[in-house]
T-cell receptor, first 112, second 112 residues
Framework: TQLLEQSPQFLSIQEGENLTVYCNSS?????LQWYRQEPGEGPVLLVT?????EVKKLKRLTFQFGDARKDSSLHITAAQTGDTGLYLC????????????FGSGTQLTVLP | NAGVTQTPKFQVLKTGQSMTLQCAQD?????MSWYRQDPGMGLRLIHY???????DQGEVPNGYNVSRSTTEDFPLRLLSAAPSQTSVYFC???????????FGPGTRLTVL
């Protein structure tokens, strides 16, 4: 069974600050996705990364895929209150590629 | 398009009762899946389907049954509810198992 760990579990920051959320796997993954979930709603896909070392940017969000394909990070620059939510990473592994394994999530609160 | 719809939004059951959680999508997606989300544990895959008439087990299938008689619908059945099944249940759909998954709004189930 693959384990996907996220840290920190909770993060509370002031508007305008930068932050980084981490996702680490016990095994090499084929691809990794980041989702954002708001209360009372389902997760919404932010990005998919496939290649080791890959970096993708989505406005103020920067996603990085580790060279060894066992870790990823999400960096938010100048956080806004609208960034508040639960951030989830989800990985696909060889041998069970049809299934997504989710991390436990990072609950981000951005204070005004 | 309504996307992915789930009913009911909330449900309270007594131990031993049975019920069906409904999921429908109007995007003609072949792949559909059911997840449960518990505090501190992220989303865990219960069952999934790659097309009408084809279903398979995910990470936590015990106590749940599914069927896929049409492309649009993918109901999840609890045969004899247990308190351990108290959770928030999400249905998702996508063109294929490796494409972006679209999640429904969830069903919050409490088993007393």
């Amino acid at each position: 069974t693959q384990l996907l760990e996220q840290s920190p579990q909770f993060l509370s920051i002031q508007e305008g600050e930068n932050l980084t959320v981490y996702c680490n796997s016990s095994s090499v993954f084929s691809s990794l996705q980041w989702y954002r979930q708001e209360p009372g709603e389902g997760p919404v896909l932010l990005v998919t990364v496939v290649t080791g070392g890959e970096v993708k940017k989505l406005k103020r969000l920067t996603f990085q895929f580790g060279d060894a394909r066992k870790d990823s990070s999400l960096h938010i620059t100048a956080a806004q209150t609208g960034d508040t939510g639960l951030y989830l990473c989800a990985a696909r592994y060889a041998g069970s590629a049809r299934q997504l394994t989710f991390g436990s999530g990072t609950q981000l609160t951005v204070l005004p | 398009n309504a996307g992915v719809t789930q009913t009911p939004k909330f449900q309270v059951l007594k131990t031993g009762q049975s019920m069906t959680l409904q999921c429908a999508q109007d995007m003609n997606h072949e792949y559909m899946s059911w997840y449960r989300q518990d505090p501190g544990m992220g989303l865990r895959l219960i069952h999934y389907s790659v097309g009408a008439g084809i279903t398979d087990q995910g990470e936590v299938p015990n106590g749940y049954n599914v069927s896929r008689s049409t492309t649009e619908d993918f109901p999840l059945r609890l045969l004899s509810a247990a308190p351990s099944q108290t959770s928030v249940y999400f249905c998702a759909s996508s063109w294929g198992p490796f494409n972006e998954q679209f999640f429904g709004p969830g069903t919050r189930l409490t088993v007393l």
